[in-house]
Structure formats: structure tokens, C-alpha cells
């Protein structure tokens, strides 16, 4: 699996739309090259994990021809990953000649709706699949199994996602807070080896609680211990921790030194990780 990490910030992106915190002043005078865009992540070209509005923007600067594309997965109806209205530039008059007709479109229960709005020129090439949480869906070589997440903001369905493809298996972890004890049951129930994972790490050394909808690296380190202490990871897995908000100052070095003890790999725009 070839996975990208096209934006790796939170909402407001690094820097903030609208901040000027030492941080984001300090990143703009640095310029371009350390800027971070909000959280998307493309596997193999093929399999497309949420859509910000950046997504044109992520598109063009990485070669991606969206067409190729065969699959998007929402993990939540956040407007930072779930702009769905992209999707009517598919449709007839904007999308000509897709190497890819129809798309699937796997989504959130509470995502029904948005998804029904699609213009009436995207529903015939889309085929939506609403996520129940632990029932494995088949996309095209992928089979992905929805699993609960803690991000209750708004009283919303969310779910990070297990992704299988081949031997090779993958967590997508954002948005959560520390896992549910029912996603370390099933975890270990279904024996899944981890080949890598993504886990959120937000508010890196912000202090947030493991009740929280995301995590900070005490709670990533605890997630990470009782992954290996189930068997789902071992040394040999590849682990990178994602989706940094500006308030904690996500320079890469800045994270890198920080997290050090996570032994996990600090995402940035662009980034590809081969498992």
C-alpha cells in the first residue's frame, strides 16, 4: 500500500485562516515549504480518505488525477473532511472522459442526506454506502471495516477506518480520542495484525483528557501500549501520528523533537508511506 498524506492540519490549517498567533506569524514568514493544509490522505491513487475543501488544491500540487480515483471515505460530516459538494464536479459538464465512471462513496449514517443532495448529474455515476460500524465493505481490491470513533462534537457519527488490501492492513485513526474499549475488543477478538496506522495526535503536548475527541501524544502513547500489549502491533509496524492543530506549533522539527518518544513518524503535506 502507498499511502499519501496530502494535508496533515486541523481545521484552521498552519497557519490559520484567520489567526495571528506567534505561531502562525512565525510559519508565514517561513514561508510555503512548512505550511500544513487540512487532514486528506490518498491510498495507492486509488482510495481517497476524506475531502476538505483543500482537495482541488491537494490535487494539483501532488500530480492526482482525480479520476483514477474509485473510492472516498468520510470519516465524519465535519466541514474540515466532509465537503461532499466537490463531488458534483464529477457530474455531466464538469467531469469528461473519467478513466473511473462510477465512484463509490462511503459515508457516515448521518450523512445520508448531504449525500442524497448531490446534484442530480453525480447520483448516476455514485454509488453511496452507508458505514455501519465493524460490517467490512468490499471497494474494489480494499476491504474496509468502519470502526467507532470518540468525536461526539455536534452529537455526529464518526468512525476511523480499518483498511485491508492483499496482507497488508492499515488503521486510519482521526478524528478520536482514545479508542473505545469496543475497538481494542474487536481488535483483538478478530486478531488483526497492524502493517501501520495513523492515529490523531492534535493537541501533541496540550494536555486533553482520553474522554476528548482527540488525542495529544500522552494519549497516543497509551493507545500505542495497548495496541502492542494486544498483539494488533509490534516493532515492525509503521506508525505516524497526523492532524496537528496550529495552537501547538506543528513545525516538523518541532514535533519530531517533542514526540521522539512515540517512535512514530510526524506526518507533513505530501508525505508517502509505503507498507
Same mark, same amino acid.
Not at 463531488?87 to 448531504?114: C, F, S
Not at 442530480?120 to 468502519?146: F, R, S, W
Not at 488483526?192 to 494536555?207: E, I, M, Q, R
Given at each position: 500500500?502507498?499511502?499519501? /498524506? ?7 490549517? /498552519?497557519?490559520?485562516? /484567520? ?8 510559519? +508565514?514568514?517561513?514561508?510555503?515549504? #512548512?505550511? +500544513? ?8 491513487? =486509488? ?34 473532511? /466532509?465537503?461532499? *459538494? ?63 470513533? +470518540?468525536?461526539? #462534537? &455536534? ?8 483498511? =485491508?488490501? &492483499? @496482507? *497488508? ?5 482521526? @478524528? ?11 481488535? *483483538? ?10 492515529? @490523531? ?15 495529544? #501524544?500522552?494519549?497516543?502513547? +497509551? ?10 502491533? @509490534? =516493532? ?23 514526540? =521522539? ?6 506526518? #507533513? ?7
Amino acid at each position: 500500500m502507498k499511502i499519501q /498524506f496530502l494535508g496533515t492540519a486541523a481545521a484552521e490549517g /498552519f497557519p490559520g485562516s /484567520f489567526c495571528n498567533c506567534k505561531y502562525c506569524k512565525n510559519v +508565514r514568514e517561513l514561508g510555503e515549504k #512548512y505550511y +500544513r493544509t487540512r487532514t486528506q490522505t490518498l491510498i495507492d491513487g =486509488k482510495l481517497l480518505i476524506d475531502m476538505p475543501a483543500d482537495t482541488y488544491y491537494h490535487f494539483l500540487k501532488n500530480g492526482i488525477r482525480g479520476d483514477q480515483i474509485e473510492s472516498v471515505i468520510f470519516t465524519h460530516t465535519h466541514g474540515d473532511h /466532509f465537503y461532499i *459538494k466537490e463531488l458534483d464536479m464529477r457530474g455531466a459538464g464538469y467531469g469528461k472522459d473519467m478513466e473511473i465512471q462510477n465512484l463509490n462513496v462511503l459515508i457516515p449514517k448521518n450523512a445520508k442526506t448531504e449525500a442524497d443532495n448531490l446534484g442530480n448529474h453525480t447520483k448516476d455515476i455514485t454509488n453511496i454506502i452507508v458505514a455501519e460500524p465493524y460490517e467490512t465493505v468490499k471497494l474494489g481490491e480494499y476491504q474496509v471495516t468502519p470502526l467507532k470513533a +470518540r468525536h461526539g #462534537y &455536534g452529537a455526529i457519527d464518526a468512525n476511523i477506518y480499518l483498511i =485491508k488490501k &492483499g @496482507d *497488508k492492513t492499515f488503521l486510519y485513526g482521526h @478524528d478520536t480520542g482514545y479508542l473505545f474499549d469496543e475497538v481494542f475488543d474487536y481488535l *483483538k477478538k478478530n486478531k488483526v495484525y497492524l502493517n501501520g496506522l495513523t492515529l @490523531d495526535c492534535c493537541y501533541a503536548s496540550l494536555p486533553i483528557s482520553d474522554e476528548g475527541a482527540h488525542m495529544g #501524544y500522552p494519549n497516543v502513547e +497509551r493507545v500505542l501500549n495497548k495496541l502492542e500489549e494486544l498483539g494488533v502491533i @509490534d =516493532k515492525n509496524t509503521k506508525r505516524v501520528i497526523n492532524h496537528f492543530s496550529h495552537n501547538v506549533n506543528p513545525l516538523q522539527n518541532v514535533l519530531e523533537e517533542e514526540s =521522539k518518544h512515540l517512535n512514530s513518524i510526524v506526518a #507533513y503535506d505530501g508525505m508517502v508511506l509505503e507498507i
